[in-house]
């Protein structure tokens, strides 16, 4: 059977697809949803969790990826816009949706018009290089500022048990 050069490039148009397509979900599974379209619908769940390395409890994302602020983010001012937000993805929501699931949550325009969640008025982000649940490795991590696992208030999550021990403080 002979082939044509039409059935190579319609054979190789559907696998050039099919590679994207497995590259697309190999980096979903490893980094989660693109930004900006991490969520649907009308909330986004933002969680507590004791986490062991810290001995505190922090604030996460629904899969148990941990959020984090940064010292120099301010009374509404971003140092983490630009290429900072490739290591730092900001948590954004999309347009009408509202944070939920700890006390404390709102939101604040970021400068390129998108959302972003907040923690007692902090933006929130992940760290790019945490890839499991429970990893902290952008604690303490200093640049402009020192980024911080976002730790939960004793009344942040609702019907949370009090964390044994000591009262947690802010980690930032």
């Known amino acids: 059977m002979r082939h044509t050069s039409s059935d190579h490039r319609g054979r190789r148009a559907a696998l050039t697809l099919s590679l994207a397509a497995?590259?697309?979900?190999?980096?979903?599974?490893?980094?989660?949803?693109?930004?900006?379209?991490?969520?649907?619908?009308?909330?986004?769940?933002?969680?507590?969790a004791q986490n062991a390395?810290?001995?505190k409890r922090i604030l996460v994302t629904t899969s148990g990826r941990t959020l984090y602020s940064l010292s120099a983010e301010t009374h509404g001012r971003f140092i983490c816009t630009g290429s900072?937000?490739?290591?730092?993805?900001?948590?954004?929501?999309?347009?009408?949706?509202?944070?939920?699931?700890?006390?404390?949550?709102?939101?604040i325009r970021r400068p390129d018009g998108r959302r972003q969640v907040t923690y007692k008025g902090k933006p929130l982000y992940r760290?790019?290089?945490?890839?499991?649940?429970?990893d902290v490795g952008g604690e303490g991590f200093r640049d402009v500022g020192t980024w911080h696992a976002a730790v939960a208030s004793r009344s942040a999550s609702k019907g949370a048990s009090p964390t044994p021990g000591p009262a947690p403080t802010p980690g930032y």
Do not use: E, I, Y
């Not at 190999?26 to 980094?31: D, N, R």
């Not at 490739?86 to 404390?104: F, M, Q, S, Y």
């Open 53 to 55: 390395t810290l001995h």
């Open 127 to 134: 760290f790019a290089s945490d890839m499991k649940k429970g």
């Open 22 to 48: 497995l590259v697309f979900a190999a980096a979903f599974m490893l980094f989660g949803p693109p930004r900006g379209q991490a969520h649907s619908g009308a909330t986004l769940r933002v969680s507590t």
């Open 84 to 107: 900072c937000t490739a290591t730092w993805p900001p948590l954004t929501l999309k347009h009408g949706a509202k944070p939920v699931g700890v006390r404390g949550l709102g939101s």
